[in-house]
Antibody
Framework: QVQLRQWGAGLLKPSETLSLTCGVY????????WGWIRQPPGKGLEWIGR???????NYNPSLKSRVSISIDTSTNQFSLKMSSMTAADAAVYYC?????????????WGQGEMVTVSS | DIVMTQSPLSLPVTPGEPASISCRSS???????????LDWYLQKPGQSPQLLIY???YRASGVPDRFEGSGSATDFTLQISRVEAEDVGVYYC?????????FGQGTKLEIK
């Protein structure tokens, strides 16, 4: 059974860059899209972006200037970088798998990583 | 962006009773392939969201058949035929027709 496990720095200062990685265990990166979703404390879900096996990306226009998603097929991992972090970016960040047989519904989620931005 | 609007935002339900959540999109979610690109997720307390329904009406693997999704091109409903204690949490609809994918505000289901 495929699992996503994510890690990264959970406490940042304003203006720093967020870096999160999601490892894919029990399966392969190929034939799927992979992506990131975030959830500010007590609030709803926001789509950040996605990447496919070939490295083609799509980003939320509201975040596009600050976000980069990359993929490393050699380690079966994909990553999120978000620059110029502010308190408004504090959230739980989830990595997800898009399931093509379900027209890209998110069938697997990571455990989530709480990111705090504070000076 | 496509705006997703859910109602109600809070839903207290007696165990064994039915429940219904509405989700409306600001534009049609009907793809040219005939599928409606609307998914439902449940976020149980302290957990990551999990997929319940995809393409408007297809239950994900392992989802009990008391959950049913339906709808037109812009108006969707998630129905739970008989609510159980394990169904508590926040339900989100999400459109997957076009990027950026967008979610409804969430509906919090609680047990009376």
């Amino acid at each position: 059974q495929v699992q996503l496990r994510q890690w990264g720095a959970g406490l940042l200062k304003p203006s720093e860059t967020l870096s999160l990685t999601c490892g894919v265990y029990g399966g392969s990166l190929s034939a799927y899209h992979w992506g990131w979703i975030r959830q500010p404390p007590g609030k709803g879900l926001e789509w950040i972006g996605r990447i496919n096996y070939s490295g083609t990306t799509n980003y939320n226009p509201s975040l596009k200037s600050r976000v980069s998603i990359s993929i490393d097929t050699s380690t079966n991992q994909f990553s999120l970088k978000m620059s110029s972090m502010t308190a408004a970016d504090a959230a739980v960040y989830y990595c997800v798998r898009y399931q093509p047989t379900m027209m890209d519904a998110f069938d697997i989620w990571g455990q989530g990583e709480m990111v705090t931005v504070s000076s | 962006d496509i705006v997703m609007t859910q109602s109600p935002l809070s839903l207290p339900v007696t165990p064994g009773e039915p429940a219904s959540i509405s989700c409306r999109s600001s534009q049609s979610l009907l793809h040219t392939n005939g599928y409606k690109y609307l998914d439902w997720y449940l976020q149980k307390p302290g957990q990551s969201p999990q997929l319940l329904i995809y393409l408007g009406s297809y239950r994900a693997s392992g989802v009990p058949d008391r959950f049913e999704g339906s709808g037109s091109a812009t108006d969707f409903t998630l129905q739970i035929s008989r609510v159980e204690a394990e169904d508590v949490g926040v339900y989100y609809c999400m459109q997957a027709l076009q990027t950026p994918y967008t979610f409804g505000q969430g509906t919090k289901l609680e047990i009376k």
